[in-house]
């Protein structure tokens, strides 16, 4: 297995998972946040796929970009089934990229986000990427936890 499979394995359980704890969270709690400044249930879950894409386009142009062009801002959150099959054609885009990727390259090409305070090789960016949508996971079993809501297991 080369880095370019061990980064896809890597996006492909992640989102495995998170798909099992997005399923798990009752239609009728999606709206749920623990505090007025939080994001819900459904507008968290929109974020990881929305930025995901966003994150693919300043991939795409080596660093950060103003004004991304957002699908996902042109309807609003009805299901998380509905929203994952919108994604569909991004997340395989995204697959595409990676797997477009030269080995070399996640160490060579830099991605320019000094907007935001940091370069970064590629390498390490597909890894932050990965570890956002990790952090939103857990922070989604944490809601769970705190709606009383049984949490499905993530680690088989």
Known sequence: MNQIDL???NFEEIRRRS??????IPNNMLDWKPDDEAMSCA????HVLESEYIYLQMLKCRGSISNPENPYSLRDFTTVHEDLEQSIPFRN???SYI???EE????????????VGYIR???DMLLRIAYHESIHTGQL???????KVERPTIWD
């Not at 798909?19 to 798990?24: G, T």
């Open 43 to 46: 507008e968290m879950i929109r």
């Open 141 to 147: 079993l944490d809601y769970m936890r705190t709606m």
């Open 93 to 95: 885009e995204f697959i």
């Open 121 to 123: 090789s590629l390498g």
């Open 104 to 115: 070399d390259d996640l160490d060579n090409v830099k991605i320019d986000r000094s907007d």
């Open 7 to 9: 980064v896809l394995l």
């Open 99 to 101: 797997k477009s990727i």
């Open 19 to 24: 798909i099992k704890v997005w399923d798990s």
